[in-house]
């Protein structure tokens, strides 16, 4: 079972713990634009560079942290999810398991074709020291 970091609140632990998804356009990291690193909500794992966000221009993606790759191959789990009769690539924390978002490929709005679509509360962010 993945330990429960105590200072989650009852939004971050519906979205990690029972794969929920924040409301779009709300998060508090959907407009971070400093440079840093995007760490896990629950366990502090590195999951995402600051150099990799973007800001999305596809209907259905918008509204949420956007990424195109992983901070390091390791990072991530990458599990096909069907649910809500859809195809998605189910995003998950490599280190302590915890649901994070979905991954969509082929999509156009990054020359990666990669969409990490990421939930805000899912989410840390350390700034970079400079």
């Not at 993606?61 to 990458?78: C, H, I, K, R, T």
């Not at 924390?93 to 649901?99: D, L, M």
Request: net charge negative.
């Amino acid at each position: 079972m993945t330990q429960l970091n105590p200072s989650l609140s009852d939004e971050q632990k519906r979205v990690l713990f029972e794969k929920g998804t924040e409301q779009p356009g709300t998060g508090a990291l959907l407009a971070e634009s400093r440079s840093g690193m995007y760490t896990c909500a629950n366990c502090g794992a590195e999951l995402f560079m600051s150099s990799a966000k973007y800001i999305s221009a596809t209907p259905g993606l918008v509204g949420w942290p956007s990424f195109a790759e992983a901070a390091q191959n390791d990072a991530l789990m990458l599990t096909p999810d069907d649910s809500l009769g859809m195809a998605r690539t189910e995003v998950t924390c490599a280190n302590c398991g915890v649901h994070l978002g979905h991954l969509f490929t082929g999509v156009d709005d990054h020359p990666s074709g990669n969409h990490y679509c990421i939930n805000s509360c899912a989410l840390g962010f350390s700034p970079e020291k400079g």
